[in-house]
């Protein structure tokens, strides 16, 4: 695709609920990256991916979230057991190691709201 | 711990004049260092980026400034306009870390015409 797309746009679920939020990176883009922005903040690592290596989890920030990537393409970021502070637009990106030192390039975020 | 700070929360130029953004950093291991402008709804898109080799990139009307012993450094736009209006964020990454940027809390940018 021209770029990196998310899904959904927007989601608000209620406290306890699991959501899934989607990301297609840009195609042929080996690196996939999850970091999310909450209020006021700039934006937190979350996970990374690279190619068929074991992903990077250091940031996610509890055992409620979790990642997965299919194929090395698309990734799904799963949070369970919602809580309100998990609030935060979650933005992925891609990049092609090689293609410019780290140069990500960003979807536009899926804004979660937990009520 | 903030690794990565930029201090002014926000700033608001004249259209023509100059706007200066800033980022200080605490750890020695950046080597690589990046702004991102981020406008609403939107994701961020790449703006322009520094090695810690050198002290100085420029393209068109923004160039940034890496002062490494102060661990400083910063976004020069000129001139600014109006379109300039949006949230940028310094990131900066360490290739002993991976790939992962780790960002500052962004400045917002205010360009008055």
């Known amino acids: 695709g021209a770029g990196v797309s998310q899904s959904p746009s927007n989601k608000v679920t209620e406290k306890g609920k699991d959501v899934e939020l989607r990301c297609d990176p840009i195609?042929?883009?080996?690196?996939l990256y999850w970091y999310r922005q909450s209020l006021g903040q700039g934006l937190e690592f979350l996970i990374y991916?690279?190619?068929?290596?074991?992903?990077?989890k250091s940031g996610l920030p509890s055992d409620r979230f979790s990642a997965e990537r299919t194929g090395g393409s698309v990734s799904t970021l799963t949070i369970q057991r919602t809580q309100q502070e998990d609030s935060a637009v979650y933005l992925c990106?891609?990049?092609?190691?090689?293609?410019?030192?780290?140069?990500?390039?960003f979807g536009p975020g899926t804004r979660l709201t937990v009520l | 711990d903030q690794q990565v700070k930029q201090n002014s929360p926000s700033l608001s130029v004249q259209e023509g004049r100059i706007s200066i953004l800033n980022c200080d950093y605490t750890n020695s291991m950046f080597d690589y260092f990046l702004w991102y402008k981020k406008y609403p709804a939107e994701g961020p898109t790449f703006l322009i980026s520094i090695s810690s080799i050198k002290d100085k990139n420029e393209d068109g009307r923004f160039t940034v400034f890496l002062n490494k012993s102060a661990k400083h450094l910063s976004l020069h736009i000129v001139p600014s306009q109006p379109g300039d209006s949006a949230v940028y964020f310094c990131a900066a990454s360490a290739w002993v870390y991976g790939n992962k940027l780790v960002f500052g809390a962004g400045t917002i940018l205010r360009v008055k015409s």
């Open positions: 195609s042929g883009h080996t690196a």
């Open positions: 990106a891609s990049s092609q190691p090689g293609q410019g030192y780290n140069e990500q390039f």
């Open positions: 991916f690279q190619g068929n290596s074991a992903p990077d």
